[in-house]
Every structure is written in C-alpha cells, then in structure tokens.
Antibody, heavy 113, light 107 residues
Framework: EVQLVESGGGLVQPGRSLKLSCAAS????????MAWVRQAPTKGLEWVASITNSGGSTYYRDSVKGRFTISRDNAKSTLYLQMDSLRSEDTATYYCTRVTDYWGQGVMVTVSS | DIQMTQSPSSLPASLGDRVTITCRASQDIGNYLRWFQQKPGKSPRLMIY???NLAAGVPSRFSGSRSGSDYSLTINSLESEDMAIYYCLQHNEYPLTFGSGTKLEIK
C-alpha cells in the first residue's frame, strides 16, 4: 500500500525557515517524480514544486523560486521541502504527492507573527 | 503559464442527476489533464487521468472527455458520496496549474 506521511509543519514567524519531510513507503520511491502541492485555508490547490526521480532536475512556481528548495533522499525514501524567507501568503496545508496519483494527509504551515 | 478556466464554480444538483464540469485550457495540453475530488478535511483523490481514463477504484459513473481545448468531467446518476469539490490539473508543462474548483452540492 502506497503511503506518504508528511511532517515538520507548524507556526513560524515571517522571514524564518521551516523544513517539511515526506516519508514514502509501499512503492519504489526512486522510480517516481514527486511534488509538493499546497492549499491555503478555504482556497484551491496550488502546485509548489516538483523533482525528478533522480533528483537531478527541480521545478518551482515563480512565487517560491529562490526561497523554497525541493530535494529527496532515495536511500531513505524521503522527500523534502526547505522553506526559507517565509511569508504570510505561504500559510497553507502542504501535500506531498507522487505525481498526483497518491497524496499524503497534508501538513499545516502557518506563517504569522 | 497555462491557464485552466474551470466552470461552474458551484453546481447545485439532485441525487440521480447527470452533471458535467468543464475546464478550458489556454494553450494546447494534449491529454495531460487530470481530475481530482476533494472532500472537506481530506486530501485530493485522483479520479481521471489522461483526460479520459478512470483511476483505480473510481466508480464507473465518472467519466472524462475532451473536445478541443475543453475538458469535461461527467458524473452520471449522482450519489450523496459525490458531493465534494472537483479540480482539474494540467501537467503538460511547468508550472503545473489547477482549475479554480467546482463545488458540487445537493440542491
């Protein structure tokens, strides 16, 4: 059974950093692209970043370029999202997804002073 | 960026109805179109991939179609468990873009 379990969310002040993790199981992690998708409270879904199966290429939405870094450790079957210089508009539930066919339960990130 | 214009934003319907939700792509996306269902407090669930293919475990009353740059999700014989928000997603090119969502609710 495919499982994606996010962790690392919480309340953080504007300008600070946070690192999300997503532990994957039930499939060969190194064979799949992975992505982060977020959803602000009461809003729609918004793609954040993607990474190829090897980790050799990464893609970001413009609003997070230069602030967020997606990475993976295939030996640990874990996906990461390093979020720096956080802004109030980054407040959202962040979902880890395996090319959007499987999704984690989501982790809440609140950016507020 | 590719814009996905989704309509309607809200869709009141009765149990047993046939309903259709549409997304229009601002550029060619081929069949790189997916549909998701999201219930309150839950993660999105993949319903349709490749514009017309039913994802595993999805009831056969759901179907996807394409006409040019218009992509549609149709639900035949609506059931209470289908009440949710539905989103389309284009994954033809980065940035990936979602439609704004359609809230399907009981009339």
């Amino acid at each position: 059974e495919v499982q994606l379990v996010e962790s690392g969310g919480g309340l953080v002040q504007p300008g600070r950093s946070l690192k999300l993790s997503c532990a994957a199981s039930g499939f060969t992690f190194s064979n799949y692209y992975m992505a982060w998708v977020r959803q602000a409270p009461t809003k729609g879904l918004e793609w954040v970043a993607s990474i190829t199966n090897s980790g050799g290429s990464t893609y970001y939405r413009d609003s997070v370029k230069g602030r967020f870094t997606i990475s993976r450790d295939n030996a640990k079957s874990t996906l990461y999202l390093q979020m720096d210089s956080l802004r109030s508009e980054d407040t959202a539930t962040y979902y880890c997804t395996r090319v959007t066919d499987y999704w984690g339960q989501g982790v809440m990130v609140t950016v507020s002073s | 960026d590719i814009q996905m214009t989704q309509s309607p934003s809200s869709l009141p319907a009765s149990l047993g109805d046939r309903v259709t939700i549409t997304c229009r792509a601002s550029q060619d996306i081929g069949n790189y179109l997916r549909w998701f269902q999201q219930k309150p407090g839950k993660s999105p669930r993949l319903m349709i991939y490749g514009a017309t293919n039913l994802a595993a475990g999805v009831p056969s009353r759901f179907s996807g179609s394409r006409s040019g740059s218009d992509y549609s999700l149709t639900i035949n014989s609506l059931e209470s468990e289908d009440m949710a928000i539905y989103y389309c997603l284009q994954h033809n090119e980065y940035p990936l873009t979602f439609g704004s969502g359609t809230k399907l609710e009981i009339k």
